[in-house]
């Protein structure tokens, strides 16, 4: 069945560690998201990508990094995590924007 | 520049009664839109779109919404809330021409309650 995974779905982390968040698509879609979402549920755009080797930083500044090497696999990686990155993040994939968004079930990231 | 409005963080009805989200967007070209729903601690799930074709439509669990260009609107409802209707909802604009940026900005959402 086609879908859009991202794990872990829980995860807690000491401040300072190396994290990479996963996110997979298996609908061969070229444009992939990811969100950042604060307690109060509104969405932040932080990285998307329109195919393989092609990232762009979002409308909200952050500190993580993202590549694109295959068209399916999108990680997000923070060098090191520190209280502030405590947030929920949503991965997404698109055919084209007419078609929307499909989301995974989202990471929820809790650094200590 | 396109934006999205969403009236009103909380809205709270009884079990059986009429709901209404609210949606206005700004947009200089024509837009598609968007409504979707997030259960706690999940993704956000396609409810519908409006892509330039019938301006009334219809999604899944009995949601609909209409398209009113005259009032930059494009409002959800649902004739007889259920329990299971309670999430967070979400309306979703296109940037640019035909979405040609293909991204969608979103606004920040509506929790809605269901008493029983």
């Known amino acids: 069945e086609a879908d859009i995974y991202q794990t872990p779905r829980y995860l807690v982390i000491g401040t300072g560690k190396k994290i990479t968040l996963e996110c997979s698509q298996t609908?061969?879609?070229?444009?992939m998201y990811w969100y950042q979402q604060d307690p109060g549920m509104e969405l932040h755009l932080i990285h998307y990508?329109?195919?393989?080797?092609?990232?762009e930083k979002g409308d909200l500044s952050s500190e993580s990094t993202v590549s694109r090497i295959r068209t399916e696999h999108f990680p997000l990686t923070l060098e090191s995590a520190r209280p502030s990155h405590t947030s929920q993040y949503l991965c997404?994939?698109?055919?084209?924007?007419?078609?929307?968004?499909?989301f995974g079930s989202g990471t929820r990231l809790t650094v200590v | 520049a396109q934006s999205v409005t969403q009236l009103g963080s909380h809205v709270s009805v009884s079990e059986g009664a009429l709901v209404l989200l609210r949606c206005n967007y700004s947009?200089?070209?024509?837009?598609?839109l968007f409504w979707y729903v997030q259960y706690p601690n999940q993704g956000l799930q396609l409810l519908l779109k409006?892509?330039?074709?019938?301006?009334l439509v219809k999604g899944i669990n009995g949601f609909e919404a209409e398209f009113k260009k005259s009032e930059t609107s494009f409002h959800l409802t649902k004739p007889s809330a259920h329990m299971s209707d309670a999430a967070e909802y979400f309306c979703?604009?296109?940037?640019?021409?035909?979405?040609?940026?293909?991204?969608?900005?979103f606004g920040t959402g509506t929790l809605l309650a269901v008493q029983p």
């Open positions: 947009s200089s070209v024509p837009p598609y």
């Open positions: 997404a994939s698109s055919e084209g924007t007419v078609y929307g968004y499909t």
């Open positions: 609908m061969g879609h070229d444009k």
């Open positions: 409006y892509t330039s074709a019938a301006t």
């Open positions: 979703a604009v296109s940037e640019g021409y035909g979405g040609a940026t293909n991204k969608l900005i």
């Open positions: 990508s329109y195919g393989v080797n092609s990232t």
